[in-house]
């Protein structure tokens, strides 16, 4: 089976600073990697994804990603993190049987 | 447009009594899916529907879970006997067709179920 593995339960960062919310992936195959966003008592809201080429796949919100292969890694970063950016960010893969499978979630504070 | 659409937002029941919980796919999206959330389990997969095809039950959890699809559609997902152990946040998803891995899904709001 597929599955990504977010190495933090927590990221604080200063508005203003950068912000980065790491995911490292185990596939088989090709990976397709999304990231998801969660906002207290909603949804998941989908940020970007990464199918194939290029490596800095840009999103929504001024959201960007870096896939790398070497690293088996795909990770969220934003160049300037707002206090509205605090929320649950959840990296994904693409899984068998064409299901999502998630990781563990990282919240993210950005104090003012 | 509208989005994906989960009824009832919040529900409480009684341990060992049966809930349904609605979801209303994005018009034409053919691939609907159920997720779970809980503290302890974080995001698990339950149910996907495809179009006519068979669905993928291979996340449900006991046989006291169960799914369907109406028409191509709304969907239905059932608990019965609820448990403690049920209690958790029941999110709904669709994307344009299921057949591609290439698809996002989009989420519905979830719908909170507490057992007592």
């Known amino acids: 089976a597929q599955s990504v593995a977010q190495p933090e339960d927590q990221v604080n960062v200063a508005e203003g600073n950068p912000l980065t919310v790491k995911c490292t992936y185990s596939v088989s195959g090709n990976p397709y990697l999304f990231w998801y966003v969660q906002y207290p008592n909603r949804g998941l809201q989908f940020l970007l994804k990464y199918i194939t080429g290029d490596n800095l796949v840009k999103g929504s919100y001024g959201f960007e990603a870096e896939f790398n292969k070497s690293q088996t890694s795909f990770h969220l970063k934003k160049p300037s993190a707002l206090v509205s950016d605090s929320a649950l960010y959840f990296c994904?893969?693409?899984?068998?049987?064409?299901?999502?499978?998630f990781g563990a979630g990282t919240t993210v504070t950005v104090r003012a | 447009g509208a989005g994906v659409s989960q009824s009832p937002s919040n529900k409480v029941t009684e341990k060992g009594k049966d809930v349904e919980l609605r979801c209303d796919p994005i018009s034409g999206h053919t691939a609907l899916y159920w997720y779970r959330q809980s503290l302890g389990q974080g995001l698990e997969f339950l149910i996907y529907?495809?179009?006519?095809?068979?669905?993928?039950k291979s996340g449900l959890p006991s046989d006291r879970f169960s799914a369907e699809r109406t028409g191509g559609s709304v969907s239905t997902l059932t608990i019965q006997r609820t448990q403690q152990e049920d209690s958790a946040v029941y999110l709904c998803?669709?994307?344009?067709?299921?057949?591609?891995?290439?698809?996002?899904?989009?989420f519905g709001p979830g719908t909170r179920l507490t057992v007592t």
């Open positions: 994904a893969v693409r899984d068998i049987g064409y299901k999502l499978s």
């Open positions: 998803a669709s994307s344009p067709t299921g057949t591609s891995m290439a698809y996002e899904q989009y």
């Open positions: 529907f495809q179009g006519n095809s068979a669905p993928d």
